[in-house]
């Protein structure tokens, strides 16, 4: 139907130019596409979770849970409350940081090739989008280019990705903090990907009032379906980002979920360490392929970089033996490119066979 003739034209042009935001779906045996946890919750914590979901009243929204949740993310990131805000996934969270500082024509500065959602909702909220290229040569962030680039447009935010999705490397602290001190705007560092890296941006929290810092329970904590993220800020931005979140906007399954994961702190310590392990087979398996470049990485995911072979055509094949990967070839600077999550040990393994009989 003819959806002119349901709104009399109010849509506006730049959302029905959009395309919504959706992950292909495709039949798979061993998933390593989209960056989640290649562990499941093990059956005894889903227990407790499901113990406890029993015993409340489900017809009630249940407000309870916010503050025990949030002072136990502080107790395990060492960070105070009022600085804290709970969102489904860190992903609402960006939204409800530009939400806050971005006007009609106002610029966004972010960077590409990275995580396509920012350019997003940067238009969902009539900003203007200005992306910046990573370094070509290593995908890194030259912070005097982002600095120039948000002046001379008075930004409203600075988006920066920590480690960077797709490409897989961390900007360093003293580069955040440089981009920090010198911008009027907003600074949201995704670090969806933190704890499979060398070292984040929490220290710099203290120095720098602009800074806002998104994780997320989708990554180390394997939480993905039950959406829950959160972010870390100075509390007078928390104070302001609060009253655009709606209210009981997560969930109270979500948050006793969360609150059961913070109980177990060993089980996610132990699961990061088997994931960074399995990225340390994959890095030395396919630097030994030839006609291949594995870019580093610090997160759960590798980028590969492909010589004489179309990625279109290694996908297929992968594909074509149950194995699903991350085909981003259709991102800027990214035409040889595909993106693999590390997976399990034995899928790690039959990955690399794979691969090897794929490229032939
Ligand atoms: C850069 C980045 N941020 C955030 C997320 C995840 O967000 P959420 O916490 O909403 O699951 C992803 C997931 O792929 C990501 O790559």
């Known amino acids: 139907m003819d959806n002119k003739l349901l709104t009399g034209n109010k849509i506006r042009p730049e959302i029905r130019e959009l395309k919504p935001y959706k992950s292909p779906f495709f ?46 993310i502080g107790d ?22 530009l939400l806050a500082v971005v006007l009609a024509e106002r610029a966004v500065v972010y960077p590409e090739p990275s995580f396509s959602l920012y350019r997003q909702n940067v238009v969902v909220l009539g900003g203007k989008p200005a992306p910046f290229s990573l370094r070509l040569d290593d995908f890194s962030v030259d912070a005097d280019k982002v600095i120039e680039l948000a002046g001379s447009l008075d930004a409203a935010a600075v988006v920066l990705c920590s480690p960077n999705n797709p490409t897989g490397g961390r900007t360093p ?29 929490f220290e710099l929290l203290e120095k720098c009032p602009n800074l806002v810092l998104l994780r997320t329970f989708s990554k180390a904590f394997g939480l993905a379906g039950l959406r829950f993220g959160f972010a870390l800020c100075a509390p007078e931005i928390a104070g302001e980002i609060r009253k655009i979140q709606l209210p009981h906007h997560v969930n109270f399954f979500t948050q006793v979920a969360a ?39 610090e997160a ?24 699903l990967v991350r085909n981003i070839s259709n991102y800027p600077d990214l035409a040889h490119c595909l993106r693999i999550t590390v997976g399990r040990p034995e899928e790690n393994e039959e990955f690399i066979g794979a691969l090897k009989e794929v490229l032939g």
């Open 259 to 297: 609150l059961t994961m913070l109980e177990n702190p060993t089980l996610i310590d132990e699961r990061v360490s088997a994931i960074k392990q399995g990225r340390e087979f994959l890095q030395k398996e396919l630097s030994d392929i030839p006609r291949l470049k594995p870019y580093p990485s």
């Open 76 to 97: 395990y990131f060492g960070y105070p409350g009022q600085g804290i805000l709970i969102g489904n996934g860190s992903n609402e969270l960006i939204f409800h940081a």
């Open 27 to 72: 039949k798979y045996r061993i998933k390593l596409d989209l960056n989640e946890s290649p562990f499941d919750i093990p059956a005894e914590v889903k227990e407790k979770i499901f113990d406890k979901m029993r015993g409340f009243l489900w017809q009630r929204y249940h407000d309870e849970f916010e503050e025990p949740l949030i002072s136990s």
């Open 300 to 323: 759960n995911f590798i980028l590969v970089e492909f010589e004489g072979i179309a990625p279109d055509k290694v996908f297929d094949r992968l594909l074509a033996r149950g194995i």
């Open 173 to 201: 602290n003293e580069d955040i903090e440089k981009v920090c001190n010198s911008v009027d705007a907003l600074v949201v560092v995704d670090e969806a990907y933190a704890q499979f890296a060398e070292d984040n941006a």
